[in-house]
């Protein structure tokens, strides 16, 4: 079953717009949540995380909620550009630390 | 900042024969290392838990005795595809844990195999 979820597999976003991508958790113990950026053929990178002590965590252009009533969680990227365009996967991390669970990506096209 | 290293990037090997992958953190010594596949349109799928001079950790449904997975030193995991099958076909992907208690996940570059 699958504890990480994003719903939206793609997203189509005007350059300078804002892309919001968004991710659901069922396993009330994630307690830190992280996002990646991956390009075809390449491994994930670290974008941006969360823990579950805030709501809010801002890096640039790039800022991460986290409700945790709701178990939800949402990247913010403003404003968009086309460098933007790949599949973000949202993480979610138990207690120990030591395992990490995938959400299915979201595929984000920037459009010039 | 961190770096993991994948080897190789690509393989392509029979089927019957056995593939080794190695992942290396380059910069930092990581006792803990996992291992994804990643399926077309799914999710990085963990298939197990290296842990530095143990036995590794597999999640549910993936054959510890096709998938064997070492992790002798804090830098070198390595992951073996035991008598491969054009089904295990993927991408494989490593990661790292950083130093933090929380540290975040530094990821190889992923390796294509190709069984034929």
């Known amino acids: 079953d699958q504890q990480v979820k994003q719903n939206s597999p793609s997203l189509s976003v005007q350059e300078g717009r804002i892309s919001i991508l968004n991710c659901d958790y069922t396993?009330?113990?994630?307690?830190?949540f992280l996002w990646y950026k991956k390009y075809p053929a390449e491994g994930p990178t670290f974008l941006i995380s969360?823990?579950?002590?805030?709501d809010k965590n801002e890096d640039g252009r790039f800022t991460v909620f986290l409700n945790k009533s709701a178990k939800h969680l949402s990247l913010h990227i403003v404003p968009s550009q086309p460098g933007d365009s790949a599949v973000y996967f949202c993480a979610a991390s138990g207690v120990a630390g030591n395992q990490f669970y995938f959400g299915t990506g979201t595929s984000l096209t920037v459009i010039p | 900042g961190a770096v993991v290293s994948q080897h190789p990037s690509r393989v392509i090997c029979k089927s019957g024969t056995s593939v080794k992958i190695e992942c290396r953190s380059l910069?930092?010594?990581?006792?803990?290392m996992f291992w994804y596949r990643q399926f077309p349109k799914q999710s990085l799928m963990l298939m197990a838990t290296s842990n530095e001079g143990s036995k590794a950790t597999y999640e549910q449904g993936v054959e510890k005795d096709k998938f064997l997975i070492n992790h002798a030193s804090l830098t070198l995991s390595t992951l073996t595809v035991t008598s491969a099958h054009p089904e295990d076909s993927s991408f494989y992907i490593c990661s790292a844990l950083g130093s933090g208690f929380y540290g975040e996940l530094f990821f190889g570059e992923g390796s294509r195999l190709t069984v034929l």
């Open positions: 910069d930092f010594q990581a006792t803990t």
């Open positions: 396993n009330s113990m994630f307690d830190y």
């Open positions: 969360i823990s579950s002590i805030k």
